[in-house]
């Protein structure tokens, strides 16, 4: 079963806009939520991560969102910029094992 | 240079076949990973070390054997690789406790005929 549920699969926003890739949770037992940047041939680097206990996080023009409640959480890219198509992935983390949301394909257009 | 590196980058084999793709790091990190990505699944733990002689599975391990005589290195080996086993194959380290901060090699694409 999927225990990270992400949406939406793709995103297409133009250019200094707002992207925002939900996340959902099932297994409370988690303690981190990071969210990883993918570039096409390269591996998954970490982006912004938040802890359980933290409402929001901000770094730079990406923040996440949490509501511990709903079990939900949210990458917000502010001013999107053409260099921020990728694929996002959230993940959620327990005893060192990350589990990945699906990934959503994010294009910046001009 | 320092990192993770995997190779091969780029593998075809046929179906029934022993296939092993290679994994080194350079920082000395206690846990490395191996994820396997597929469209439509994002990235899913095969299987995982914390430390030398040390390892255990993941999500999805069945088809798949791994060791790690060596900190720096974590060989995943199928040992009769099948066509649903096609997949870009990803090695990661992490060298702190308690935190989702993976460090992830480019990745191993293998295609099985």
């Known amino acids: 079963q999927q225990q990270v549920k992400q949406s939406p699969q793709s995103l297409i926003v133009q250019k200094g806009g707002i992207s925002i890739i939900n996340c959902a949770y099932e297994n409370t037992a988690f303690d981190y939520f990071p969210w990883y940047q993918q570039f096409p041939g390269k591996g998954p680097a970490l982006l912004i991560a938040?802890?359980?206990?933290?409402s929001e996080k901000k770094e730079g023009r990406f923040t996440i969102s949490f509501n511990k409640s709903a079990k939900q959480f949210s990458l917000h890219i502010m001013d999107s910029q053409p260099g921020d198509s990728a694929t996002y992935f959230c993940?959620?983390?327990?005893?060192?094992?990350?589990?990945f949301g699906t990934g959503t394909r994010l294009t910046i257009i001009p | 240079d320092a990192g993770i590196t995997q190779s091969p980058r780029y593998k075809i084999t046929e179906t029934g076949r022993q296939v092993t793709l290679m994994c080194h790091q350079t920082?000395?990190?206690?846990?490395m990973f191996w994820y396997r990505q597929d469209l439509g699944h994002g990235l899913r733990l095969i299987y995982y070390s914390a430390a030398a002689d040390i390892t255990d599975k993941g999500e999805v391990p069945d088809g798949y054997v791994v060791s790690r005589s060596k900190t720096e290195n974590f060989p995943l080996t199928l040992e009769s690789a099948t066509r649903s086993q096609t997949s870009v194959y990803f090695c990661?380290?992490?060298?702190?406790?308690?935190?989702?901060?993976?460090?992830f090699g480019e990745g191993s694409r293998l295609t099985v005929l």
């Open positions: 993940a959620a983390s327990r005893n060192e094992k990350l589990t």
């Open positions: 938040i802890r359980p206990d933290v």
């Open positions: 920082w000395s990190h206690s846990y």
């Open positions: 990661a380290s992490s060298g702190y406790r308690n935190t989702g901060e993976l460090f």
